[in-house]
């Protein structure tokens, strides 16, 4: 899934820096195959060696908390910048709930007190939730400025009221003035967004 959503979700400004030829004839096509083959080999690895698959998924959360951190400076929309900064308070619990359970697990044994593994996996599961979030609103906004140029037929909404930014759940609503999102046209649609 991981490798699957890097794939995807990888802004095209980004991709625009790796080499031609690694394994394709465009950046995008040597970034999928790079992120496939990569995903498969650590997977079998973590299949071996649980210990090196829980070293992998926290090390391969920084470049997507990289990826939030330079969208967010570019994001004009208020709701969706919310929705990172969510995104990213949740992932810095979970590296320090995580660090703490992996490094000082028996200070917690002595304590009596419950290891913070079950914590890790609800804050790493709210981040990747946030995550997801700003991802589709931010392809829906590239997909319709690919096309024409158009202001985006989604927005970010949180339920129950938008006024609820510290506790509202977040989802991606269909803007129904607008028509649905474009097709995907090149690079086109992240050069000319103006909300992403």
């Given at each position: ?87 990213l308070v949740f992932w810095l619990a979970a590296v320090a709930v995580w660090l703490s359970d992996r490094f ?66 977040a989802y991606v609503a269909l803007d129904e003035t607008k028509s649905g999102p474009a097709e995907m046209n ?11």
């Amino acid at each position: 899934m991981l490798g699957t959503s890097f794939a995807f979700w990888t802004p095209k400004r980004l991709l625009k820096r790796l080499p031609r030829s690694v394994f394709g004839d465009r950046p995008e096509e040597s970034f999928e195959k790079l992120m496939l083959c990569s995903t498969v080999v650590l997977t079998a690895m973590g299949c071996f060696w649980p210990f090196v698959n829980s070293f992998f998924l926290m090390i391969t959360s920084v470049p997507v908390a990289a990826i939030l951190i330079s969208d967010v400076v570019r994001c004009r929309d208020p709701l969706a910048r919310v929705v990172v900064y969510r995104c990213l308070v949740f992932w810095l619990a979970a590296v320090a709930v995580w660090l703490s359970d992996r490094f000082a697990c028996g200070l917690w044994r002595r304590l009596a007190l419950p290891g913070g593994h079950w914590l890790w996996h609800l804050v790493s599961a709210l981040s990747a939730y946030q995550s997801i979030v700003y991802f589709v609103y931010r392809d829906a906004v590239v997909r319709s400025a690919a096309k024409d140029g158009a202001r985006p037929a989604v927005t970010v909404r949180l339920w129950p009221s938008d006024r609820w930014r510290a506790l509202g759940v977040a989802y991606v609503a269909l803007d129904e003035t607008k028509s649905g999102p474009a097709e995907m046209n090149g690079n086109a649609g992240e050069e000319r967004c103006k909300n992403c």
